[in-house]
């Protein structure tokens, strides 16, 4: 996605029937891998595909760049609209007084979990804190209330599913209010304006994205 004028402008694009629904149900669990070494063969259960059951546990099992683990069921899980950065308008700064659009601001996603175990919350931190904070190294898949699982696929059907990238991962201290009320750990990502662009949206059909665990067999 780009706001940037390319020359020369020719035709305009086509625009597609919006036939069926896109909505973006609830996100209720991430599951993390490296950008640069994670990805399944297709968005099939054929062999090496993200649906197929061995292909996730060898991946959930590596010690290499092509691990991936699965966190802990989140909550409030939310993903802004990127605000459009504009120069000018209404002033004598731009021609005639108009705003001139030059980009986008980011666009941070926030979430929670809520009653983490301590040793679960320090590994978070430990690890995917500093895996975050370089550009372009780790990137998620997600999974929603429904099992579904969505992930990046560039190169269109039958071609690698790759896990959507992010940066600045940061997850922060536990907050407890006392009495009657639950632990949380909020953690929030930076998501590139494209972030929806190429995505495949798939579901298993031998087991459940939102209940296996990380020692999960296949």
Same mark, same amino acid.
């Given at each position: 996605?780009?706001?940037?004028? =390319?020359c020369p402008l020719?035709?305009?694009?086509?625009?597609?029937?919006n036939?069926?629904?896109?909505?973006?149900p609830?996100i209720?669990?991430?599951?993390?891998g490296?950008?640069?070494?994670?990805?399944?063969?297709?968005?099939?259960?054929?062999?090496?595909?993200?649906?197929?059951g061995?292909?996730?546990?060898?991946?959930? $099992?590596?010690?290499?760049d092509?691990?991936?683990?699965?966190a802990?069921?989140n909550?409030?899980?939310?993903?802004?609209? $990127?605000?459009i950065v504009?120069?000018?308008?209404?002033d004598?700064t731009? $021609?005639?007084g108009?705003?001139?659009?030059v980009?986008?601001g980011?666009?941070?996603?926030?979430?929670r979990?809520r009653?983490?175990k301590?040793?679960v919350?320090?590994?978070?931190?430990?690890?995917y804190?500093s895996q975050? $904070?370089?550009?372009?190294n780790?990137?998620?898949?997600?999974?929603?209330?429904?099992?579904?699982?969505y992930?990046?696929?560039p190169?269109?059907a039958?071609?690698p599913?790759?896990?959507?990238?992010?940066n600045?991962?940061?997850?922060?201290?536990?907050?407890?209010e006392g009495?009657?009320?639950?632990?949380?750990?909020?953690?929030?990502?930076?998501?590139?304006?494209?972030?929806?662009?190429?995505?495949?949206? =798939?579901?298993?059909?031998?087991?459940d994205?939102?209940?296996?665990?990380n020692d999960f067999?296949?």
């Open positions: 996605m780009s706001i940037q004028t =390319v020719g035709a305009i694009g086509a625009i597609s029937d036939d069926c629904s896109g909505r973006l609830q209720v669990r991430l599951k993390f490296k950008v640069d070494g994670v990805s399944y063969a297709d968005e099939t259960d054929g062999v090496g595909g993200i649906l197929e061995a292909a996730v546990a060898a991946n959930l $099992a590596a010690s290499d092509t691990k991936v683990q699965l802990p069921i909550e409030n899980f939310v993903i802004p609209s $990127a605000e504009k120069d000018g308008g209404g004598n731009t $021609a005639f108009q705003s001139v659009p980009g986008f980011n666009i941070t996603a926030t979430g979990w009653d983490l301590p040793e919350a320090q590994e978070l931190r430990e690890s804190n975050g $904070a370089v550009f372009g780790l990137g998620a898949y997600l999974i929603d209330e429904f099992g579904f699982i992930g990046k696929q190169a269109g039958g071609n599913v790759l896990p959507i990238p992010f600045n991962f940061v997850i922060t201290s536990d907050g407890s009495y009657n009320t639950s632990t949380f750990t909020p953690f929030e990502i930076e998501l590139p304006i494209d972030w929806r662009e190429d995505l495949v949206v =798939v579901k298993p059909t031998t087991f994205y939102r209940t296996i665990k067999a296949g």
